[in-house]
């Protein structure tokens, strides 16, 4: 299981947010090339990037950074989603050297575009399911849908996705520990990938959700919990890798 450094994107700078909320923004870099540096010096695996303002508008804002990141790491495989509503913009992320895309609220109220995104650009595609008490929240987590999170899951494994990743809003930023028994529950439900986030706190987190990595759960997004130091990544990759036997 890998532990994925999370960089979101806010107005050109490295930012958290507290339950997804806009208006509840931590800035911690100026400077987010430089952080995904920091992260691959010690040791990431894998980014996950999120251009939080191309999720509020629907069209991508912050590009240049990714690219900028994408073209200083060529062999780190890196994961982007916000605002990623259409193929063109899933060409051009790829295009300039990530190697998967999230697809968020366009995969919940339009379900063919996952297929069709499948078929076009196979092993590329994720899809993010972000849920709150089992249902599916879309439109940066501003609204709740009806939709349950485990049938989305499976409806998403029948298209041809690469992964899911989940999250349980109700935890992200928050610093509450990981929803370990909601994950494995979905990741126990279907036969792809599951990556873990939301609410990630401490090394505890990362032991609890190693115990369930039958379960198909291959990785874990880490924000605020490195910015703030209660995770150190090297140590977490460690645990997991001893934990889940790939030492």
């Known amino acids: 299981m890998i532990v994925i450094p999370a960089i979101d994107l806010k107005d050109g700078k490295c930012v958290r947010l507290r339950q997804g909320a806009m208006s509840d923004v931590t800035v911690f870099s100026d400077d987010p090339v430089s952080v995904a540096d920091n992260w691959v010096e010690a040791g990431a ?12 508008t629907g069209t ?8 900028a990141i994408a073209s200083r790491h ?27 895309v999230i697809l968020g ?21 994720i899809v993010g399911l972000d849920a709150r008490n089992g249902k599916v929240a879309v439109d940066g987590w501003s ?10 899951a499976q409806h998403f494994e029948a298209d041809g996705v690469a992964a899911i990743v989940f999250t349980d809003i109700s935890r992200d930023g928050m610093m509450q520990g990981l929803n370990v028994e909601s994950t494995a529950e979905l990741a126990g439900a279907v036969h792809i990938p599951v990556i873990a986030s939301g609410g990630v706190t401490d090394e505890a987190d990362i032991r609890r959700l190693c115990e369930c990595d039958e379960e198909g759960i291959v990785g874990v997004i880490v924000g605020r919990a490195l910015y703030e130091g209660t995770i150190k990544l090297e140590q977490a990759q460690a645990l997991a890798d001893d934990a889940t036997g790939e030492a």
């Open 45 to 56: 695996r894998r980014l996950h990037i999120v251009d939080l303002d191309g999720a509020s």
């Open 105 to 125: 609220t366009r995969a919940i109220s339009t379900p063919h575009f996952v297929n069709d995104l499948c078929l076009e650009f196979p092993g590329h595609i």
């Open 74 to 100: 060529p062999d780190l495989p890196i994961q982007v989603g916000g605002g990623i509503r259409h193929e063109d913009t899933v060409q051009n992320y790829l295009d300039i050297g990530v190697q998967y």
């Open 60 to 67: 991508p804002q912050n590009a240049g950074i990714v690219e």
């Open 143 to 152: 609204k709740l849908s009806h939709h349950d999170a485990i049938d989305m």
